[in-house]
Every structure is written in C-alpha cells, then in structure tokens.
C-alpha cells in the first residue's frame, strides 16, 4: 500500500486518538495537503477542535480503503507540529488547520466495522435505557452514550448519584446487560431540537471497562449482540449520516 496513492488532497480522513487503549475516540478531518518528502500532511481543524495541550498517548490519521476482502481501515501513527489558524484554501478562503508529522508505515488497523467508532453531538445523539439485574436506568440520569460504532458502543456513568454509589459501576467485565437506544438526529425545520430516527434493541456484553476513567465518572465499553439484519442496517445508516454531515460541515468552513 502507498501512502501516495491512498491520502490524497480532499479525501476524509479520522484522526484516531489512543487506538491501542481502553478507550480511543476519534475525530473526523478533511487532508488539505500532503508533502511526502518531509512526510507531513495538512489536515482540516476538526470541528471539535484539537488543542495544544490535548490530553492523549498517541495519534493515528486514519482512512477507510477498499482491500481484496472489502473495507478497511488503514492508519499510520503522527503527531500535530503545526496548528495554523489561516490556512488557505483555493482561492481566498482561510481555515483553522493541523500540520501533522507521520510516521510509516502504514498499516492496516482493523475491519472497518469495528474501527470507527462516532463520537456523538449535538447533531447526531442516542438517548436509551439499559436493564441490569432486573432493574431499568435511563440516560442522561443514570448515564450517556459517549460513542458508537457497527459493532458497540461506549458509555460513561457517573460514580454517584444523589450521594449514593451508581449500580451500574458494580457491572463487571463479561457481564451481559439489555440496552434500548433511541438514535436522535437535528431536526431539519428546528436544529434545537432532535428527532428520533430509528429505535434499536440489542444485548450486549461488557467488554471494556475503565473504572479510573474520570474522578466523577467510570466507562464501559460494550459489544453488541444479537441485532437484527434491520436495525443493523438503521444503526449503519446513522453512523454513515453522521460522518457525511461532520465532512460537510468541515468542508464549508
């Protein structure tokens, strides 16, 4: 694979952060411009922006290629040397943008279907409830949805709620819990408000866990089980949306 012929100007691109850890997040980003020769690549300013003192181990810029059995993930690890405030672009438009150092090689990261995993936002959420030992919690109460990809998601519950000890920080790796999630997209005619867009029921089996992710809050990584053919193809197509909507709001900066 060459590096070349794979990250070229305009392509979109996710700039992965602490792939190896507990816990890796990701950001999408457009490539601006790419110097092989000094190996470095000007990528877009996500629209969460990366900071100076960002808190991370490693970075990898990241795309999705199609191999000889279907899509993959591909990446190469980097690091940010230069943040630009006024980048130009053709013609006289300027925008916020990273300079990144890499370093090869490239290499293939995982399946597509478990490598990306969507931060949610104000545009694209998931509201829900999970039951554990026969007892129902609820989002944005009991806990969040911090992420989700085809094959899981990430959620963070707070240690305490009203002074007491949050049952669902006694969940235990491996253990297997009911989870209701309600994906929620900006409504066209009112962006402050969402709307529900398909409902999905699954279980799914602890796969992570991070009690020290937070001084407030643990994290828990799951992997779901049993999706039916229907709502695996509704939670593709939510995903899918909101990497397009990141990429377009990116490219009209």
Known sequence: MELKK???????VDLVFNINSLVPYAKSSIIYDINCDDQTIIVAQPLNPITKNANYTEMHLTAVIRGNKGKIRVGIKCKPIKFIKDFKLAGSNRVAAIELKYFPPLTE???IRS?????????????GKIIYLDDEYITKRDFIFRDVSFAGSGILCPKKINMKVNPLTRIKMHETIKIGMILQKEAKDDPTKMEPVAIIPANAEITRLNS????????LGMKFINISS?????????IHEAQVDELQRLSRL
């Not at 794979?6 to 979109?12: E, H, N």
């Not at 490598?115 to 509201?127: G, K, M, V």
């Not at 229907?230 to 939510?238: G, I, S």
Request: proline content about 5%; overall charge negative; glycine content about 2%.
């Open 115 to 127: 490598a990306y995993r969507l931060p949610l936002s104000n545009h694209f959420s998931i509201n």
């Open 6 to 12: 794979i990250f070229i100007p305009s392509m979109g």
């Open 230 to 238: 229907e709502k695996e193809n509704a939670l593709n197509t939510f």
């Open 212 to 219: 020290d992710f937070s001084e407030t809050h643990i994290f």
């Open 109 to 111: 990261t995982t399946n």
